[in-house]
């Protein structure tokens, strides 16, 4: 299973930039997909996460509405769309896919790096 993030860079704050996650090996109609960041100096934490089966997404409390994870099962690719972007939103950006019979994320991307500069 590969699952390998791209779409990172550098954008200026209240830019968008839109993130990537092509998946191999596994198809990510059949599992819970996830984004997840790290920022210097601090611990991971959830961003966003689409359900299998439904579709519902979730996200985290404070994006405020400025992040969209979708996908295209056609391609096998998940995505994050990012708007009005701020400073704190800097950041490494990791997916994940959760089987459906698992408790955690079973597979991780190897994150691809946000910087949001003003």
């Known amino acids: 299973v590969q699952l390998q993030a791209s779409g990172g860079g550098q954008v200026q704050a209240g830019g968008f930039l839109r993130l990537s996650c092509a998946a191999s090996g596994l198809t990510i109609g059949d599992c819970y997909m996830g984004w997840f960041r790290q920022a210097p100096g601090k611990d991971r934490e959830f961003v966003a996460a689409?359900?299998?089966?439904?579709?519902?997404?979730y996200y985290a409390d404070s994006l405020e509405g400025r992040f969209t994870i979708s996908r295209d099962n056609a391609d096998n690719t998940l995505y994050l769309l990012m708007t009005s972007l701020k400073l704190e939103d800097t950041a490494v950006y990791y997916c994940a896919a959760r089987r459906q019979t698992s408790y955690k994320y079973d597979f991780w991307g190897q994150g691809t790096l946000v910087t949001v500069s003003s």
């Open positions: 689409i359900w299998w089966n439904s579709g519902t997404t």
